[in-house]
């Protein structure tokens, strides 16, 4: 795949032999006019011969720059997050309805699940019907007495949601 006279790739061989992209990898593959025999060489020192001491500054950098990306990455997720968060707060709401969102959000509302998971020494079953577990999602939408809520709310549609629904 090498034109040995012009040290150059046979560039319709290659992309004879190769899918597209890995082709267009190995044509930027720059080769040698030295015409000097393969052999092993470290690419991150200058002799080419590896040393612990330069294996470890590449492992430390590669690491930084992951950690660096990784950081960058939860930067922009924070700010979208913080973003979001100071429209939802700012809504024209009563408070008491942003808190309840907030903990639904959070997952901290205090469930008869939650607060028996938290080690209180509590019955888990809904005070409501008292036909299954309280958890959030049959405290806000499965529980029969607020599926009666929703319907006469004008939301129904909210109930579509029952089955899809996870915190
Ligand atoms: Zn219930």
Redesign the pocket.
Known sequence: MIDQSTMTWKTEQVKNSFPKNVADAILKIPLSRRRMNDCWSWAYITNGYYTVKSGYKETRKSRNNLNERINHEDTNQMVEYKSLWKQIWSLPIPPKISFFRWHICKDILPTCDALRHRGLDIQDL?P??K??T?TMV?AII????IKDLWNSSGLPYVLEFDNNLSF
């Open positions: 809904c409501c019907c036909n299954e309280e049959h499965q529980c029969n007495s």
